[in-house]
């Protein structure tokens, strides 16, 4: 049974830096490409960032490119997002999710990833 477990939200304040780390068990981690997504309330849920299955490529949705790294570590089945300089517009649930993949590529959109986390809270306060 394939589990993805976020952990390390909270709330902070603005401009403060959190880092998000999602763990991996009843899959074959290394084959997964992995994404992080967030939902803000009364919003649908949005791409936040990729990464491929080798930790090669990553891509980034433009209002957190610069500010927001994604990296995985998959000889502990985990991948996590590193989120700095953090603004009231990132308060959301973030959801890391995965997608198997034979190459190399990131994936952007909801409908691409197979299975999802439960979520992560993220609370950032002016």
């Known amino acids: 049974q394939v589990q993805l477990v976020e952990s390390g939200g909270g709330l902070v304040q603005v401009g403060e830096s959190l880092r998000l780390s999602c763990a991996a068990s009843?899959?074959?981690?290394?084959?997964?490409?992995m994404g992080w997504f967030r939902q803000a309330a009364g919003k649908e849920r949005e791409f936040v960032a990729g990464?491929?299955?080798?930790?090669?490529?990553?891509s980034y949705a433009d209002s957190v490119n610069g500010r927001f790294f994604i990296s995985r570590d998959n000889a502990k089945n985990t991948v996590f997002l590193q989120a700095n300089s953090l603004k009231p517009e990132d308060t959301a649930v973030y959801y890391c999710?995965?997608?198997?993949?034979?190459?190399?590529?990131?994936?952007?959109?909801?409908?691409?990833?197979?299975?999802w986390g439960q979520g992560t809270r993220v609370t950032v306060s002016s």
């Open positions: 990464i491929s299955r080798s930790g090669g490529s990553t």
């Open positions: 999710a995965a997608v198997l993949t034979s190459g190399s590529n990131t994936y952007t959109r909801v409908v691409d990833y197979r299975y």
């Open positions: 009843g899959l074959t981690f290394s084959v997964y490409a």
